[in-house]
């Protein structure tokens, strides 16, 4: 999906700047119109989505989804998400067995 380049150029900023630079990122997809538009942040979640899975570990995308969900409260639907399956099979027993100790950034 990613060029080694944009995956180099992702990890060198770090996790904890693209959690945020992401979550700008869905704000502005959800709040581009008079209305929320779910399905448009949908799209642009499931690209971050798989960028982390891709590009970081299992704690640091963890943390990235903790920071998304607590300090931006972005309006996930696991329904809508294509990559919300593929995320919760690798990473949902870690957040499952200690939903207290997870950190966000």
Same mark, same amino acid.
């Given at each position: 999906?990613?060029?080694?380049?944009?995956?180099?150029?992702?990890?060198?900023?770090?996790?904890?700047?693209?959690?945020?630079?992401?979550?700008?990122?869905?704000?502005?997809?959800?709040?581009?119109?008079?209305?929320?538009?779910?399905?448009?942040?949908?799209?642009?979640?499931?690209? !971050?989505?798989?960028?982390?899975?891709?590009?970081? =570990?299992?704690? $640091?995308? *963890? @943390?990235?989804?903790?920071?998304?969900?607590?300090?931006?409260?972005?309006?996930?639907?696991?329904?809508?998400?294509?990559?919300?399956?593929?995320? !919760?099979?690798?990473?949902?027993?870690?957040?499952? =067995?200690?939903? $207290?100790? *997870? @950190?966000?950034?």
């Amino acid at each position: 999906m990613l060029s080694e380049q944009q995956r180099l150029w992702i990890a060198l900023k770090g996790a904890e700047r693209y959690a945020h630079e992401a979550a700008e990122d869905m704000l502005s997809a959800l709040n581009a119109g008079k209305r929320p538009r779910y399905t448009a942040m949908s799209k642009v979640a499931d690209r !971050h989505f798989a960028v982390i899975m891709e590009v970081f =570990d299992v704690e $640091q995308n *963890i @943390r990235i989804i903790k920071t998304w969900l607590s300090r931006y409260q972005l309006p996930f639907d696991p329904d809508k998400l294509a990559t919300f399956d593929q995320f !919760h099979g690798t990473h949902g027993k870690y957040i499952a =067995d200690n939903p $207290q100790s *997870i @950190r966000g950034y």
